[in-house]
Structures are given as C-alpha cells and as structure tokens.
C-alpha cells in the first residue's frame, strides 16, 4: 500500500485510561483517531484499573475501526497484560500505537501476537529514542505510521523539547515515511498556553511533509484539523489537474495558462488518492458522529 492509498489520520486525540467518562467525553471531540492511553497516561498503580476501563470503552466505541489503545513497552509484563486484554475483547482496536520501540522486528512481533488474537489494525510507533532514530528505515519499512515522541526523546538528549532541538529526527521520520509510504505523525504540543507554538509546529511540519499531529487536548483539534486534514479546494484543484494530464494523454498540459509537468502531475494524483482515502475512512465517521449527535 502506498501514501497515495492509505487512509492517514491528521489528527489524533490522546486519552488517559483514567475514567470511562472521560473517554466518551472524548469522542464527542472531532478528532479522526481516538486513543485510550495505557502507557504515559496511566500511574503504575492503576494500570490494572486502566485495562478494565479501556476494554468497557472499546465495548462502547462508537466507531472502533477509529479508536485507537496506546499500550506499554512490547518487553514489559504490562505490555503482556495489555495485549491480553485486547485479546480477550470482543470488540478490537482499529489502532494500536507501541512505545519505546528500537528495532523493526519488534513490530513485525506485535503484529503477529495481535494477528493471532484475531485483531489486524494499523500499527504506530512512537519514535522516541535515538536507537529508533538510527533505526528509522527498517521501523517505517514495518509499521503502518510513526509518531514523535518528543518529551522522552528530548529527555534521552538532555536536551529541552524544541524545534532547533528535534529537528534531525523529523527530518529523519519523513524521510523514512516519504520512502515506505508510512503515516508520518507530529508530537504532541506540550505548551498549551502558547497556541502560537501549536501553529508554527503544524506550519513546519506541513513543509516537512508531515500528515498530522497528536494532541491531549481537544481545543487543539480545531486548529489542526483545518491545517492537515484534506482541503477541498485543493482537492478540487489536484482533480482539475489530473484530468487536464490526462486530456493531454500524459504529456505536458496547460491549465489556468501555466504548464503542468509529469512531477505537478504525480504530486495531483498522490494528493486526490490520499484524500478519498481520508475521506472514505474518517470523513464518513465524522457524519456518522454527527447524526447520532455525539
């Protein structure tokens, strides 16, 4: 499957296992992934008490192709007693977001432990250390998207989260995301009380080449939604495009009195692929949610 194909999530909204209440709070928020966090969310005490919660959420999901569970490192015991719990749902994940992955492998493990439990959603991973850096390619080449995870990472470093700071590893993520046709996921914005660093961060990202951004807090959705998601116009434009190449069976085409060339071709065509991807997968949920008020 290629970027052009796969249906990316822009946004993703990050959702401690605390309180079932809060988690369907949460999905009144329009966000296109929602994620019950069992890792960083939850206190060692209670990820007992976390489990318990995540599985009566997904039980409650309205749309669990677009719920996600962020579970515990894949060597730990909490990791073992997180993919039990999954495998004992009834109702499965359609995301599964792994933390403090260093190698490929350990992807390709996760999803055979998750393929015998009958459960095949996409993977991500969360790159947050320089092993996983200096691992980038053979992670990517096995995981369905990546997510920068800036706080541990830049805690690795010694170093404080900032743009200057981090900058190797995105570039490095899009890359390797650019090469394997991997979602390719911005960090968190920490800042809250400085929206000013949210949009530069999805300013930046956006030329990078990244697809979207989490967030822990939903007034955050807005703004990313209307930055990253599929822009109609645009869509419009790209499908103008095509179909101009196409008239000119291939070759050099004219639109608009400017001449577009097989690279302003391919680049149209990736980008209306990627939105009816987007649009088929989340773009229903979003009416979906809609009509049953949520």
């Known amino acids: 499957m290629t970027i052009a194909t796969r249906a990316i999530p822009r946004s993703i909204l990050y959702t401690p296992a605390l309180s079932l209440d809060r988690i369907v709070k949460s999905w009144s928020y329009d ?30 999901a309205p749309e669990p192709a677009n719920t996600g569970v962020r579970v515990n490192e894949f060597s730990t015991i909490e990791a073992s007693r997180d993919l039990m719990m999954l495998a004992e749902s009834g109702v499965k994940p359609g995301l599964i977001v792994m933390t403090m992955v260093r190698s490929g492998p350990e992807v390709t493990l996760m999803r055979g432990v998750l393929d015998s439990a009958g459960a095949h959603p996409d993977i991500f991973v969360t790159v947050e250390t320089p092993a996983a850096v200096a691992e980038i390619d053979a ?24 743009w200057a700071g981090l900058l190797a590893a995105r ?9 394997y046709g991997t979602a390719c996921i911005d960090t968190a914005n920490f800042r809250l ?3 000013e660093v949210l949009a530069t961060e999805i300013e930046r990202i956006r030329e990078m080449g990244f697809h979207g951004k989490v967030t822990v807090h939903p007034a955050e959705l807005a ?8 822009d109609p116009d ?14 000119a069976e291939g070759g050099i085409a004219v ?22 991807a987007w649009t088929a997968r989340f ?3 979003r009416a979906g949610r809609r009509q049953a008020g949520l």
Do not use: W, Y
Request: charged share 20%; aromatic share 0%.
């Open 223 to 230: 703004a990313i939604n209307r930055a990253l998601r599929p």
């Open 31 to 60: 966000a296109d992934i929602h994620l019950i966090d069992l890792e960083d969310g939850v206190p060692p005490q209670k990820k007992a008490a976390a489990r318990e919660i995540c599985l009566a959420a997904l039980e409650k």
């Open 234 to 247: 645009g869509l419009r434009q790209a499908r103008r495009i095509t179909d101009a190449v196409a008239a």
């Open 139 to 162: 992670i990517a080449a096995s995981a369905d998207g990546l997510v920068l995870g800036s706080a541990d990472l830049a805690a690795i470093l010694g170093i404080e989260i900032s």
């Open 193 to 195: 009380a400085e929206p």
């Open 255 to 276: 639109l608009d009195g400017n001449m577009v060339g097989p690279p302003f071709a391919a680049m149209a065509r990736a980008t209306v692929a990627s939105g009816d």
């Open 283 to 285: 773009g229903q949920d």
């Open 171 to 179: 570039q490095a993520m899009a890359l390797a995301c650019a090469r």
